[in-house]
């Protein structure tokens, strides 16, 4: 396998994703990237408006572009939307382009953040509050086996943002990274 070039945060919807890996990527100097926001830059609208008037196919589609782009790209932290990990193939080329971070935060940390911020989340923003648990907790353990297979898993409930970065930038040098 090639040297990992990028690095790749994984995770679940409201796992800290964007907040740690904006804060990894000054602590390291490098540029940082957000899939979602990325993939926004490029459709020319939110990611609400792409599931609204092209489906979640087509994201998936966009994600999957995405992530095929970024070999030619310079070295960066990247934070990747939720479902990502699970679209057929994706794992397999970050692996091959970077290191892949699992961000592993519990069902009940997970629930108690986007309960707050579900409107912002297309999957979220349709359900009721007696949806809500039942299918947070059905597609968590639908996906959790893809972000299993990160390189490095790192839990994330009650650290600070900067604790988690302390505690990454420590494996990236045993990592070699
Ligand atoms: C999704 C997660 C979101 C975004 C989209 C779909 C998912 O990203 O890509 O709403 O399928 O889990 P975040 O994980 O950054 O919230």
């Not at 690095?7 to 490098?30: D, P, Q, W």
């Not at 609208?45 to 999957?64: H, N, P, S, Y």
């Not at 070999?71 to 990990?85: R, T, W, Y």
Request: proline share 4%; net charge negative; hydrophobic share 40%.
């Amino acid at each position: 396998m090639k040297e990992p070039k990028h690095i790749f945060l994984i995770g679940f919807m409201g796992s800290g994703k964007s907040t740690v890996g904006a804060l990894l990527a000054e602590r390291l100097n490098l540029p940082f990237m957000d899939s979602d926001k990325e993939i926004e830059k490029v459709a020319g609208k939110r990611v609400g408006l792409i599931f609204e008037q092209d489906g979640e196919a087509a994201f998936r589609t966009m994600e999957m572009n995405f992530i095929r782009g970024l070999e030619s790209e310079k070295q960066s932290i990247i934070a990747v939307g939720g479902g990502l990990p699970a679209i057929e193939g994706a794992l397999e080329l970050m692996h091959q382009t970077g290191l892949v971070i699992y961000l592993n935060t519990s069902l009940l940390t997970l629930l108690r953040r986007l309960k707050e911020e579900r409107t912002e989340r297309p999957l979220l923003s349709a359900l009721s509050d007696s949806e809500f648990h039942p299918f947070v907790e059905d597609l968590l353990s639908q996906r959790v086996h893809f972000y299993k297979q990160a390189k490095l898993i790192m839990p994330n409930e009650r650290n600070s943002p900067i604790e988690i970065v302390d505690k990454l930038e420590k494996e990236l040098i045993k990592l070699n990274f």
